[in-house]
């Protein structure tokens, strides 16, 4: 059955340091998109890309975050300068009807 | 505005005891999707129902059944004789069916505790 597949599971890094999370979609899946959760709290909305661009962003996707579709599999999420609240699990999902998520990626800033 | 509410923060239970997890959302769109997701201690997400809102009928699979009330804006979940194996964070979340807003809106999850 197809997944999304998350990589790396964990990093950490130093405040200030940038970040790359990547993704894997389901490959014939055309919505993307990126959420945060952390620990302990609601899963919260990022950001969505469709049709190589973003279609919608929260107030939490500043000038610090950006996405890319490099090539026709990967998906990823930069975090430009990562700050302490950057900590969290960041899923990836893609959808049809549904939108299935990656096992996410925990990210730890220290 | 869209906004889901599970009041149960957490819920404890005895294994082969049933429990009942509520929903209860917000949306002004007349087209929408409510969905169930269970986070296990591994901490994925694991997709479980999708029920678009002009299909009231209620779901059953396996231990598991949900009830949707659009009269109630309500979409509640049932675990029919828990087992351990059912203990996770347990998420409602909503989504219209409208085009560009197609992100999910989570609640808060209640967390399900069975005990053996």
């Known amino acids: 059955e197809p997944e999304v597949t998350q990589t790396p599971s964990h990093q950490v890094t130093q405040m200030g340091q940038e970040v790359i999370l990547r993704c894997v979609p389901i490959?014939?899946?055309?919505?993307f998109y990126w959420y945060r959760q952390i620990l302990g709290q609601k899963v919260e909305f990022l950001v969505s890309f469709y049709n190589n661009e973003i279609s919608e962003k929260s107030e939490i996707f500043d000038d610090q975050f950006s996405v890319e579709r490099p090539d026709g599999s990967n998906f990823t999420l930069k975090i430009r300068s990562t700050k302490l609240e950057d900590s969290a699990m960041y899923f990836c999902?893609?959808?049809?009807?549904?939108?299935?998520f990656g096992p996410g990626t925990r990210l730890l800033v220290l | 505005a869209q906004k889901v509410t599970q009041a149960q923060t957490e819920i404890s239970v005895v294994e082969k005891e049933d429990v009942t997890l509520d929903c209860v959302y917000e949306?002004?769109?007349?087209?929408?999707?409510l969905f169930w997701y269970k986070q296990p201690p591994s901490g994925e997400l694991v997709f479980l129902i999708r029920?678009?809102?002009?299909?009231?009928q209620n779901e059953i699979s396996g231990r598991y059944s949900w009830n949707f009330q659009k009269s109630t804006s309500s979409f509640n979940f049932t675990i029919t004789a828990s087992q351990v194996v059912d203990s996770a964070v347990y998420f409602c979340?909503?989504?219209?069916?409208?085009?560009?807003?197609?992100?999910?809106?989570f609640g808060a999850g209640t967390r399900l505790a069975v005990h053996p």
């Open positions: 029920r678009n809102s002009f299909d009231e």
């Open positions: 949306t002004r769109d007349t087209t929408y999707y």
């Open positions: 490959s014939n899946h055309l919505y």
């Open positions: 979340a909503l989504r219209s069916a409208s085009g560009g807003y197609n992100k999910l809106i």
């Open positions: 999902a893609s959808r049809d009807e549904t939108q299935y």
